[in-house]
């Protein structure tokens, strides 16, 4: 993988639980750096970083209203993750339905 793909990849970005709480706040709603920076114990800097690499991947998008930018969540490249684990849900359903069903038998 290069070093581009490796910067837009959805997996990579949400592999950091920062980054995937950053998510979850914004579905909530929009919001600037400095309100999603209040919310967390890391610095704006920090947050800045995070709201970047989020941006890179295309999991965020921002708007500039006047000096600031507000972020929000672009959930289309989130398919491609939800594609990936929709075959571990179906793996484990059918693992837990074989479980049951063994039980049962016994």
Do not use: C
């Not at 929000?72 to 939800?82: E, G, H, R, Y």
């Amino acid at each position: 993988m290069s070093r581009i793909e490796a910067k837009t990849d959805a997996f990579r970005a949400i592999a950091d639980p920062t980054r995937r709480a950053i998510l979850d706040r914004l579905r909530a709603g929009p919001a600037n750096a400095g309100t999603l920076a209040a919310d967390f114990r890391t610095s704006r800097p920090a947050v800045s970083r995070h709201l970047r690499v989020l941006r890179e991947a295309r999991l965020v998008v921002d708007t500039r209203i006047g000096r600031e930018r507000v972020y929000a969540v672009n959930p289309m490249p989130l398919q491609s993750v939800a594609g990936w684990l929709e075959g571990y849900r179906a793996f484990w359903q059918a693992s837990l339905t074989r479980l049951k069903r063994n039980l049962e038998a016994k």
